[in-house]
């Protein structure tokens, strides 16, 4: 297994515009390539490297097939895969479309987790006929990065995976906010010094990442979660539910409230933003004393910050140019970085929960405010997730 990528330099970003001839002259031939770890420099490099010494190996693995994780790099492969029905803000946009961002997302896992990743895009939203590819390709790499597939076929879709394969699965669009947006939480109470049992959070987005927010702040012990969908508050019985809502149901809304936005956010404690839509300034007025905002839909947040900061003590979104932008690149590195040296065969709740806390962990010497979690380009975010996975891996028995 290759080190987390020391070498790579990033920098915060600048203020100055971003062209449109700069995107597209820097995704021109694409952003990715492949390099070659022991260089065919003589004849004897090659006779090792390919024919005759390559059969050796190949023989080997045919008699043990788990030494391909040694002698292959399956061990450091990620397929990042997605079908380009819910890409970034742009919604299905299609399988080629999504293809640059699937690139960036390859390039992210190599920069922040030292992971080479192939992306791999799907033209069909069949879920039967996904998971029969990638269980096909199985042998071809280490863990799936599950990406930009919208709801709620991608529960289903992520659930059979992990039961059809033997390795890491992981839908970053779920999981990977819920990871940062839980540890961003816990570093807001420890600097306004509240307990996460006695809050109310208000979900905003019943979708791929409101569902996961809302499962992982309950299993982090949150007091109470009111979750919001397009027609309402979510409740038993209610109307529109399809099967992951009427579970969702059962377990939130303690406060057994019905309604729309107004009457959530009456009192509420923390508002988290997964809707792209509006918070008119009024209903946020009714927040709960030093109330926490995470607007975080792209490019325009729920609340703005400067309406939010009037009524919240503190706020969050998903932006880079605001404090405390929650970002997935946080998490996704560390965590399948944590998982394929592990040798973990999933990744289970005890591990999301590891990382969450590793996370909040890099940014407590400077806590505050407007700092609540680390920078996006902190390298020290990966090795401190990864090791964190790894362990809980290993205490999940499931490495």
């Known amino acids: 297994m290759t080190a987390v990528n020391e070498e790579a330099t990033v920098t915060e970003p600048t203020d100055t515009p971003i062209s449109d001839e700069e995107i597209f002259a820097a995704h021109e031939g694409g952003k990715l390539g492949v390099s070659v770890t022991k260089p065919l420099t003589d004849p004897r490099a090659l006779s090792i490297a390919y024919t005759p010494g390559v059969a050796k190996v190949s023989l080997a693995i045919a008699a043990d097939k788990a030494l391909a994780k040694r002698y292959t790099w399956t061990s450091r492969l990620v397929a990042v895969v997605s079908d380009g029905t819910a890409v970034l803000g742009l919604g299905d946009i299609g399988a080629s479309a999504s293809l640059p961002v699937m690139e960036g997302k390859a390039a992210l896992f190599k920069t922040f987790g030292g992971l080479d990743?192939?992306?791999?895009?799907?033209?069909?939203?069949?879920v039967d006929e996904i998971i029969e590819t990638l269980v096909r390709l199985r042998p071809s790499f280490g863990a799936v990065n599950l990406e930009d597939i919208s709801a709620p076929r991608c529960f289903e879709l992520e659930e059979r995976l992990i039961e059809a394969l033997d390795i890491p699965v992981f839908h970053d669009d779920q999981h990977g906010t819920a990871i940062v947006l839980l540890a961003a939480l816990r570093n807001a109470n420890k600097v306004l010094g509240k307990d996460i049992g006695e809050q109310r959070v208000v979900i905003a987005g019943a979708g791929a990442a409101g569902i996961a927010c809302a499962k992982i702040l309950l299993a982090a012990g949150i007091g109470d979660v009111t979750l919001l969908d397009s027609r309402g508050i979510i409740f038993p019985g209610r109307?529109?539910?399809?099967?992951?809502?009427?579970?969702?149901?059962e377990v939130t809304n303690k406060a057994n409230l019905r309604g729309g936005p107004v009457e959530a956010m009456k009192g509420a404690d923390v508002f988290v933003g997964l809707s792209a839509g509006t918070v008119?300034?009024?209903?946020?007025?009714t927040m709960a004393e030093d109330a926490i905002v995470f607007a975080l839909s792209n490019p325009t947040p729920e609340i703005h910050p400067d309406i939010a900061r009037k009524y919240a003590a503190i706020v969050a979104t998903g932006r880079s140019d605001f404090p405390n932008q929650i970002n997935n690149v946080l998490a996704f590195p560390g965590i399948f970085r944590g998982a394929l040296d592990a040798g973990a065969r999933r990744i289970t709740e005890r591990m999301k929960l590891a990382a969450a806390d590793a996370i909040a962990a890099v940014a407590e010497d400077e806590l505050g405010p407007d700092k609540i979690v680390p920078s996006a380009l902190d390298p020290r975010v990966a090795p401190e997730v990864a090791a964190a996975v790894a362990r809980a891996a290993k205490e999940d028995g499931v490495a």
């Open 117 to 126: 990743s192939i992306p791999l895009v799907l033209e069909t939203t069949n």
């Open 239 to 249: 109307d529109g539910l399809n099967p992951i809502k009427e579970r969702m149901a």
């Open 280 to 285: 008119p300034e009024e209903v946020v007025a």
